[in-house]
């Protein structure tokens, strides 16, 4: 006779429920569904045992707990099927917030993937309510069993996202428009293009609540989606644990009126397909509360006022802002005091005007050029570019009271650090040099601060990598390369030496000082007008494509860059070919680059005493032979540097103008 889990369950009570549900999968003599159905069953009764647990009638020692929690995750996939494992599912999670007090409200000790003993409940708790959100949190779901999920709340949800009380008047109606297109955007791809574009609507699910969503026929059946909750980004690889690792629900638009649920509760977004051309369309959304929205959308713009007398101060948690290039989500109590978003959203247009102008994208792309949020830690193992892109961590438990003076996200990209354009130019997948992965990509900041705020060329060179040091500016970065064993030895810049250091880009500045930003502009704008005529650029050009690189540049600025770009480390891969395509172009000597490497050369330090003097200038301290990469070189130098070593530096300078100006300076031209 096989023992089955639910008879030991009645016969021996809960303490011994766990051989029962380790032994029903392995029976013998059972059909295979027969042995399925057998699982089933362990669902409901491995749940009760837990919540037995909680309740502290039948205790459990760690094994226990841990042998009921992966029964239960080995038949996860059946959660949403059975209203019993359902109930169950709640009902160990209400007796957990009512007994023990919510996961990161009541009960703030699971913070890591490192399970510490006596952590096993709340792990179990943990994956039960991930359960429900992947599981039961369906729209299928809402349908069949509405009137149990009506009303079910994570208490965890007053942490993350953040409490919010339920819709007063389930009835009220709130309508919100909002753009149903997704155009293709024209020149190369972006990163993650084929992501839907998200649309805010301004209203806010409270948890336990299930709010209605009506939208027009054009919408149905058509790749659109409604999304409960804007922290889409999957967090289970990463080593902290301070959220549910999935909390967000989506619900396939496939009729004009639909019910969405999520037990943590969530801002009510539209997602539009790529390609969709829906246009401007009317959402009306019931039960859900308001939270704050400022939409600077051509179609929709919210006026000053309204933003100071209603909708900075909608109780919602979270607070959206978006225009046609910008989409931020940050938490409510970070701009209730906010007084201007009109200036925020204008500002971070204008600096995204400058990066699309630059990436070569004369026309706004079809959706937000950057999509940013804060959420409880960053997506990536560091910055990291994306659809959302979560470079901002904060602690829930903070209040800000009403704003949040010390974060760009919120004061303006005036004030931003230098990773947020870094990663953006990730997000363009433009093409680069070889080895120019994290060097080229500082470029956008120094645009954006020189172009779209009028700040200093120099200043905004320094901010790009993060520096505050006034003597670091373009000529003394020059120096700095000129100073590194390489440009003696080789005249190569190694790809180490370029990333996340001012040298790195240092060469993309240099063509902007002297010929303007407008050759870039075109530089790149040419590259996508090739990907569109179906001749992409590789992201990393190297060998003879990096040849042809710099003969485009050149021919942008309508002179050889060769010097120039020779002097800053990328050297000609075939220079008889090269020779040949520049004089084929006919592209003319320089007297601007001439003159710039002359003076360069009249910059290297002249001994020692002026080589230490210049170190100390740029490293503020005497260089470190520990130090990274162009350090370790001055370091070398601390000692060494002469009047001879000075002049092999300028004779290698020397070197580059004889290679390219043999016959000396050239005449002076209108460039």
Known sequence: MMVTGRSLLR??????????????????????????????????????????????????????????????????ERIGADPAVIRACFDLVRAYDTEVGPLWVAYRGLHNRNREPGDEIHWAVFWVMQHIMDQVCTGENIARFEELLDGFRFGS??????????????????????????????GSPVFHEDRPARKPTGAYLAPGDIARVTVPPALVDRGYQVRVGAHSWDLTNKPRVTRLFRC???????????????????????EVPYRADAGIVEVAIRNAVRSPYFSYKPFHRTTLEEWREVE????????????????????????????????????WDRALEVTDALMGYPEPHGREVVYTQVDTQLRGRAFHPGYPAVNRGYDPTRDFEGYNANDHLVTGPRN??????????????????HGDREAAVNLLHVAVMNRAFDVDLDEAFRGSTGQSNAFRTLDHTAITWMMSHNFVESGFMTPVERQYQLKGHARFVDIARLFGWKVLDDFWLSTNRDYEEGNPWPRNSGGEDADRYTLRL??????????????????????????????????????????????????VPENNEAFREFALGWW?????????????????????????EAARVRQTVQGIIDRYFPEGRPPDTAE
Request: charged share 25%; no cysteine; hydrophobic share 40%.
């Open 11 to 76: 016969s021996v009570g809960a303490a011994l429920l766990l051989a029962a549900v380790l032994i029903a999968p392995a029976a013998t003599g059972a059909e295979p569904q027969a042995a399925a159905d057998e699982a089933a069953v362990g669902l409901p009764e491995a749940l009760a045992a837990l919540t037995q647990h909680v309740l502290g009638e039948a205790e459990l020692d760690a094994a226990q707990i841990t042998a009921f929690q992966n029964a239960i995750d080995e038949q996860k």
């Open 157 to 186: 949800a007053d942490h993350f996202p953040g409490r919010v009380e339920q819709a007063a008047d389930p009835e009220a109606v709130y309508t919100v428009r909002i753009d149903g297109s997704y155009p293709e955007t024209w």
């Open 248 to 270: 967000t629900t989506v619900f396939d638009i496939d009729r004009t009126e639909m019910k969405v649920a999520n037990p943590l509760g969530g801002g009510i977004y539209i």
């Open 312 to 347: 900075r101060h909608h109780p919602g948690p979270w607070a959206d802002f978006q225009s046609e290039r910008f989409l931020l989500q940050v938490p409510t109590n970070w701009i209730y005091r906010m007084d201007d978003p009109v200036t925020l959203m204008r500002d």
């Open 416 to 433: 931003a650090m230098s990773y947020e354009f870094h990663e953006l130019g990730h997000a363009y997948l433009f093409p680069k040099y």
């Open 554 to 603: 050149s021919e942008m600025a309508g002179v050889d860059l060769r010097p120039l770009i020779h002097f800053w480390g990328i050297l000609p891969a075939e220079p008889e070919a090269s020779d040949a395509a520049v004089e084929a172009a006919g592209l003319r000597r320089s007297t601007r680059v001439y003159d710039q490497l002359t003076r360069y050369r009249g910059l």
């Open 620 to 644: 503020q301290r005497p260089p470190r032979a520990d130090g990274y990469t162009t350090e370790r070189n001055h370091a070398d130098r601390w000692e060494s540097y002469d009047e001879a």
